[in-house]
T-cell receptor, first 110, second 114 residues
């Protein structure tokens, strides 16, 4: 079983749609949680950290359920520029090792 | 943009050869991590260097080795290249003990092994 699992997609949605991505992780001792965005074969970039209380950044909302070991990302009012791969990322703590999921690809069309 | 630079950007090697990839960390960052990203996969942690010593290693064989220099720049060396080593190699720098949000990635080296 992979340490971080995501639906690979692709998710093809029209502009303005709301889309949700889900992710599960296997290590219950994981300390930190993130969503990264990666454009085609470029470096991953931090989209947002994920907290147990849930957090929002503009059109993006992230949720963490530690009991279920489940992380989600909601994107509202999708833009063409949101087209990318979204990587669910978990850190076990200690040194800065990040464990990435395989990513979910999003394609937003006009 | 992040201040982390990697070289070269692209590289083609043949099976059995050796390769060295380079990374210059962002100013003030003393910790460098290396990741391998195969096509269609997420980045996989190779190892991390702090104060010129390896500090944590992922599930990669010994033919993957590294160095960190006094100026905190780093090299990733891969010996006896295999076809499966074809991937995007990413370097990330941070200050020691920084939260993960302060991890900055370079734009990567695309390695193709033929």
């Amino acid at each position: 079983r992979k340490e971080v699992e995501q639906d690979p997609g692709p998710f093809n949605v029209p502009e303005g749609a709301t889309v949700a991505f889900n992710c599960t992780y296997s290590n219950s001792a994981s300390q930190s949680f993130f969503w990264y965005r990666q454009d085609c074969r470029k470096e991953p970039k931090l989209l947002m950290s994920v907290y147990s209380s849930g957090n929002e950044d503009g059109r993006f909302t992230a949720q963490l359920n530690r009991a279920s070991q489940y992380i989600s990302l909601l994107i509202r009012d999708s833009k063409l520029s949101d087209s990318a791969t979204y990587l669910c990322v978990v850190s076990p703590g200690g040194y800065n090792k990040l464990i990435f999921g395989a990513g979910t690809r999003l394609a937003v069309h006009p | 943009e992040t201040g982390v630079t990697q070289s070269p950007t692209h590289l083609i090697k043949t099976r059995g050869q050796q390769v060295t990839l380079r990374c210059s960390s962002q100013s003030g960052h003393n910790t460098v991590s290396w990741y391998q990203q195969a096509l269609g996969q997420g980045p996989q942690f190779i190892f991390q260097y702090y104060r010129e010593e390896e500090n944590g290693r992922g599930n990669f064989p010994p033919r993957f080795s590294g160095l960190q220099f006094p100026n905190y720049s780093s090299e990733l060396n891969v010996n006896a290249l295999e076809l499966d080593d074809s991937a995007l190699y990413l370097c990330a720098s941070s200050g020691w003990g920084s939260p993960n949000e302060k991890l900055f990635f370079g734009s990567g080296t695309q390695l193709s092994v033929l």
